[in-house]
Structures are given as C-alpha cells and as structure tokens.
C-alpha cells in the first residue's frame, strides 16, 4: 500500500502551508492502489467538509479549491479506500509535516494544516534590521542627569553604585515594600547610541517608559507621561531624533491589558476594570499592583486607539512602532484597533506582540486568536526559536529536529509574519542566555545561529557584556560599563564588553547580506549530523554548518 501526500501547487513545499484569504489551494495524494479518495476539510468556524477529488491520474488524485475569504486555520487530512479497507494519511506524530503518517481503520488521524490570512506587509526596516532591547533603569545614566535625590518618589530608593546587583525589598506576603532605582535615563540611552549601532542595531526596543511606580514601569500611571525618573517628553523626541540620525529607529512597549493601582486611570474610572467573582477587582495574574482592564470598555478604547489616543500620540512624538505586552490576554477586536491606529500613522508603523507559542494557532479565553491573519499583528515575539536552541546547544535535541520545527514554524506562519519574527535569546523575562548555556562559547554559538535563520535577531542589553543573572530581578542588572570618565576612544566607560567583537562581527555578517536579510530558507541535518543552514537571494547562497557536539560552526564555500 502506498499513500504519499504532496503539494500539486509548488508554492507548498510540504503538507504545511499558509494560503491568502480567497487563493486557489491544490492538493495531491498518490495513492495508486486506491479505489477512490477523499479529503476531509475543518475549520473552527465551519466544522467539517469532505471533498472529492477534482480528478485522477496515474494513481494520483487531485484537488483545487478557494482558500475562505477570512483568516482562519483549516485542517485536513486525506481517505483512502482500498478493497474493504479505509485508510487515512494525516500528520505525524511530531506535528511537523512532512511526508505523512498512514493511519489504519480505528485511528484517530492528526491533521495537516494552512494557515489562510489577509494579505498585509511588515515595514522593511523592521524585518531588514537588527533590535538591541534596552532595560531603561539598568542601561545608562548620563552625566547631565540630575542627581537621584532630586528624582525621588514614593517607596523608592534610589542606588547611588551602579554595580549594585538588582534586588527586591519585600513584605512578609510577598508584596513590593520598597522599589530599587538605579537611574538609568533617557539621555543616558542617547549618550550610548554610537555604541548600540556599532554592533548592527538599527531598532532600540524599549521596556516601559511611562510613568510608574515600579522599575519596570509595567504598572503604569500615565500613559501620557514619561516617567520622570527616566527624563521629560523632549528627552524622548531627543533620543528619537538623534538615533534617526544614525538609521535607529525606537519601538514603545505597550501595556494595556492593566495599569498600577495607584494610577489616576485605577481611581477614577472603577467601570474600566475586570471584577472577580467576588466583586473585587480583578488583578493580573493575583498581583495586586497590577488591577486588569476589561478592554471592552469603549471608553479605555477610545483613550489607547483614538485619532489622539495613547498609540497615535507617541508615533507622532517620534517612535516608529509598538510591541505589546501579554498580546495573547488581549481580545481580537482590541487588537484589531490597535492596528488601524498605528496603521492610521502610517504603513511603516510596526506591531509587535507578545506571544509565547505557535502563534499560528491559539486559543485563549475561549477564543481562536488571529494574531497572524492579517488584521492584528505584523508579528510576535518568537519565544519557541530561544526555547530550540537553547535545547539544540544543551543537546535535548538533535540537528535534524531543530531543523525540522523551524520549517514547521515557517510553513505554519504567513511569510511577512515569519521574516518579521522577532528572535531572540535573552530578555527581562526570561534567565540570562550566559546564565542559561553556562559558557561564553555556547553564548557565541547560539547566537552565531541566530543571526542566519530568518527572522529579525534581538540583542538583551548585556548580554554582549556576558552579563549573568536567573529571574527577575536579576536578569535585570545594570549594564557594566566601567568607571567614568575612563579611557579616550572607542569605549570611553574602559574595556569593550566581553563579546563586543563578536556581535559586531555578527551584525556586519547579516547587514551586508540580502540572503540573510530577507532570503529563502532550508535547514537540514547532513550525514555527519550537523545543523546546515541556507539562505538564498538572488546570485547571493550563504551556508552555514552548526554543530552542538563540540560547540562548533563555519560558513560553506
């Protein structure tokens, strides 16, 4: 018996795919010893649909229909008859694609899928570019700022040692009794610019700016304001002004899923905010400083997506997108606005959310999120690639399984989505990549792989420094740059980070390459067992060989 599926459209390089709303979609199973074959269709929307084939030949059947006319996933798996026999062909069992799995009369088969989405486009800049993420309070201070006692606050303590380690003062439940600043700034981020494009970074992202009460400004006050601990508004139109000089553009964080509790939002308009079953409000995640907004509320709307809401107010004040925090706890509609608002600045203007998984297909508080569909998001954070190499470099798993996810998840994504990923190692959420792979040569081998898969590479501040640090708060400490003033030249602050050559070595490799920048993408594992890597545009073939067994990678000439 011989059951092989395949694409009859050479778009489709495998049973994956991702299809425009309203393309023509052809499918093919060979099945020469069948008597007849169906293809069994299902949506959430719609439920199941069975279709024969539009003809045969040779033992190969065939089928061509219209991709819906709205984003959704469509799943589908084949039937074969063969004498009294039913067979099925569906996915394997690692849910990658591929060829396939024959399941026998009685299974229950797995279901290839497609992706079917709105056409919409991911500003080159971004997808072309190199992110550097920044900490605000850890990253710099600058030597025009004001001195800490004359920023001070309610529950914060300011710390005169910038090599202080970062650490919490808590109460006896837990809870924040006292917020640590170490007066990292605005200016001081500008005064570092040079330094920031000297490694190939063309986007700062950065962590909240807007006025708080914690360090990590997740908790905010005023989404109008930028805190002053960090500096005043023309300190940010500054900042942005003088990266835009340097081809760096900035991206905001954007916290609307809650806001602190002792904002004028929280005492003000009680009704904007989620209630527990109790009638107390409902705070995110059980963390009471953090009381949830019920995005429904058309007045919060309005105040985030409106012709001078919060979104439009800081594009026009000089940044040139947003990632959005815990995007996957916002609902559809919501996101929907979002978008048109920063669309409505216009189409450079970026999107970015915070997604943990596939974000090809999830379901959340009993909704299918369309992240990708082409109305929401540009793209996601691509959480699932940090998790894959990490488990390659700690050899969890082999070269050919990597390899293997990485074509699923660019099969399963629509293709702006996928180059627009943004891929990184470290970041305020998660342990330290130095602290994580345990040697400065797992850190310079997993982020080699990094920069040559498809996607845009993101650079944790620190990390180049080989900063170490577990959870927050201590994958948060400062950047370590010496005592000033130091040495003249290139590093005023005294020695180059750690690994300051390799980043930069790494950033010139993909800024000067169109292949990586924006090329095709195969990934397979060789006979030695080896991770090879190629990317094509145009005349320009890079190939790269990567091997976790000794820690080990070069280009193919």
């Not at 709303?21 to 060979?30: E, R, V």
């Not at 700016?209 to 908790?219: E, G, L, M, P, V």
């Not at 800081?314 to 996957?328: E, F, H, Q, Y």
Request: one cysteine or more; aromatic letters at 14%.
């Amino acid at each position: 018996m011989t059951l092989f599926h395949d694409s009859h459209d050479p778009a489709y390089r495998s049973p994956f795919g991702a299809a425009e709303c309203g393309q023509t979609i052809s499918l093919s199973l060979k099945a020469p010893e069948a008597d007849y074959a169906l293809l069994r269709l299902y949506t959430d929307e719609e439920g199941e649909k069975v279709l024969q084939p539009n003809g045969a030949d040779n033992g190969i059947f065939f089928w061509s229909f219209e991709a819906p006319q709205d984003d959704v996933v469509l799943w589908y798996f084949f039937v074969a008859g063969i004498g009294d026999n039913v067979y099925c062909l569906g996915d394997n069992d690692d849910s990658l694609g591929g060829e396939g799995k024959v399941y026998y009369q009685g299974e229950t088969p797995k279901s290839f899928r497609i992706s079917v989405y709105h056409p919409f486009s991911v500003p080159d800049w971004y997808k072309e570019g190199i992110v550097y993420q920044i900490y605000p309070d850890r990253f710099a201070r600058a030597k025009s700022d004001p001195p800490l006692k004359e920023t001070g606050r309610a529950l914060g303590r300011k710390t005169e040692d910038w090599d202080t380690p970062p650490y919490y003062i808590r109460r006896d439940d837990g809870s924040i009794a006292q917020w640590n600043f170490w007066g990292g700034t605005l200016k001081g981020i500008e005064s570092r610019l040079p330094y920031i494009r000297s490694l190939g970074a063309s986007v700062i992202y950065l962590n909240p700016i807007f006025k708080a009460r914690s360090n990590h400004r997740y908790d905010t006050a005023d989404y109008f304001e930028t805190d002053p601990m960090l500096g005043t508004e023309e300190d940010f139109h500054s900042l942005c002004c003088k990266a835009a000089e340097l081809g760096i553009r900035i991206i905001l964080d954007g916290v609307f899923n809650h806001t602190g509790c002792d904002s004028d939002y929280f005492r003000q308009h009680k009704d904007w905010y989620l209630k527990d079953e109790d009638g107390s409000v409902k705070c995110w995640w059980g963390v009471k400083d953090l009381p949830e907004i019920d995005e429904s509320n058309e007045e919060f709307r309005e105040l985030i997506c409106g012709e001078n809401g919060v979104i439009r107010y800081w594009l026009r004040a000089g940044a040139s997108g947003w990632r959005l925090d815990v995007a996957d706890e916002l609902p559809n509609d919501f996101l929907m606005l979002i978008r048109r608002a920063v669309k409505a600045e216009g189409d450079d203007k970026l999107v970015i959310g915070e997604v943990w998984e596939d974000a090809s297909y999830k379901y959340d508080y009993g909704a299918r999120m369309r992240f990708l569909g082409g109305l929401e998001l540009d793209s996601v954070m691509n959480y699932p690639v940090r998790e894959d190499i990490i488990a390659y470099v700690k050899g969890d798993i082999s070269a050919a399984v990597f390899a293997a996810r990485q074509i699923s998840r660019m099969e399963n994504y629509p293709a702006e989505a996928f180059y627009g990923c943004f891929n990184m190692l470290g970041s305020h959420d998660r342990e330290r990549i130095f602290t994580m792979l345990g040697s400065r040569r797992a850190v310079e081998f997993a982020s080699a792989l990094l920069y040559v898969l498809p996607g845009v590479p993101v650079l944790y501040y620190g990390d180049e420094a080989l900063l170490e640090g577990g959870r927050d708060p201590e994958n948060r400490g400062t950047f370590p740059w010496g005592k000033e003033p130091g040495k003249k030249g290139a590093f005023p602050w005294g020695d180059e980070p750690a690994l300051y050559k390799h980043f930069k070595a790494l950033g010139e490799l993909r800024n000067g390459s169109l292949a990586l920048k924006k090329g095709s993408f195969r990934a397979f594992a060789d006979g030695d067992g080896k991770l090879i890597i190629e990317r094509s545009f145009g005349r320009e073939t890079r190939r790269f060989a990567f091997s976790a067994a000794d820690l080990s990678w070069e280009e193919l000439r």
